[in-house]
T-cell receptor, first 114, second 112 residues
Framework: AQSVTQLGSHVSVSEGALVLLRCNYS??????LFWYVQYPNQGLQLLLK??????LVKGINGFEAEFKKSETSFHLTKPSAHMSDAAEYFC????????????FGTGTRLLVSP | GAGVSQSPSNKVTEKGKDVELRCDPI?????LYWYRQSLGQGLEFLIY????????KSGLPSDRFSAERTGGSVSTLTIQRTQQEDSAVYLC??????????FGQGTRLTVV
């Protein structure tokens, strides 16, 4: 079985500051990991994903995440926040064996102040 | 179509009525998911279809909720005898196995 924990339901940063959104997963088999973003009144959009290979994954809008197996983490970072990054971010996991559903974390709302 | 399509985009219904929500997945995607997003809540898993396998219904909150997927494509989520607590945005997504899920825009259900 898989599960995801996102630490912090809200994260506030100033424009230009580092963004760090935390995600820890639990999986009985090697995982596939995803970050999604949801802007107000919109659907979910994929930011980036880890399947196999390089553990540092780059996504859209300057975001990246690093898969750390020893820490069971997949934290999302961006060096410099923009006002347009204000949104809700969801981490998700699925197993890489067989046909497995996506399991989402509870989400982290990112607030960016001028 | 190019993306996951959900209809209607908005639905207002009276308490006690039945509603049907439709999802057209991306052509060729074998996996289809329904999630519910309530005010202040995260993404609550409802049901998962994968190919011809029996669906994973473990997330359905009560027996008033059911879903079917016909011909491995279009899916309908049915809520019988709607209650006010059913008010939420219902999101559908589709994917290839172990790949990213593509989400529709959702159906906003309001039970009055």
């Amino acid at each position: 079985a898989q599960s995801v924990t996102q630490l912090g339901s809200h994260v506030s940063v100033s424009e230009g500051a580092l963004v760090l959104l935390r995600c820890n997963y639990s999986s009985s088999v090697p995982p596939y990991l995803f970050w999604y973003v949801q802007y107000p009144n919109q659907g979910l959009q994929l930011l980036l994903k880890y399947t196999t290979g390089a553990t540092l994954v780059k996504g859209i809008n300057g975001f990246e995440a690093e898969f750390k197996k020893s820490e069971t983490s997949f934290h999302l970072t961006k060096p410099s926040a923009h006002m347009s990054d204000a949104a809700e971010y969801f981490c998700a996991v699925s197993a890489n064996t067989g046909f497995q559903k996506l399991v989402f974390g509870t989400g982290t709302r990112l607030l960016v102040s001028p | 179509g190019a993306g996951v399509s959900q209809s209607p985009s908005n639905k207002v219904t009276e308490k006690g009525k039945d509603v049907e929500l439709r999802c057209d997945p991306i052509s060729g995607h074998t996996a289809l998911y329904w999630y519910r997003q309530s005010l202040g809540q995260g993404l609550e898993f409802l049901i998962y279809f994968q190919g011809n396998s029996a669906p994973d219904k473990s997330g359905l909150p009560s027996d008033r909720f059911s879903a079917e997927r016909t011909g491995g494509s279009v899916s309908t989520l049915t809520i019988q005898r709607t209650q006010q607590e059913d008010s939420a945005v219902y999101l559908c997504a589709s994917s290839f196995p172990q790949s990213e899920a593509f989400f529709g825009q959702g159906t906003r259900l309001t039970v009055v």
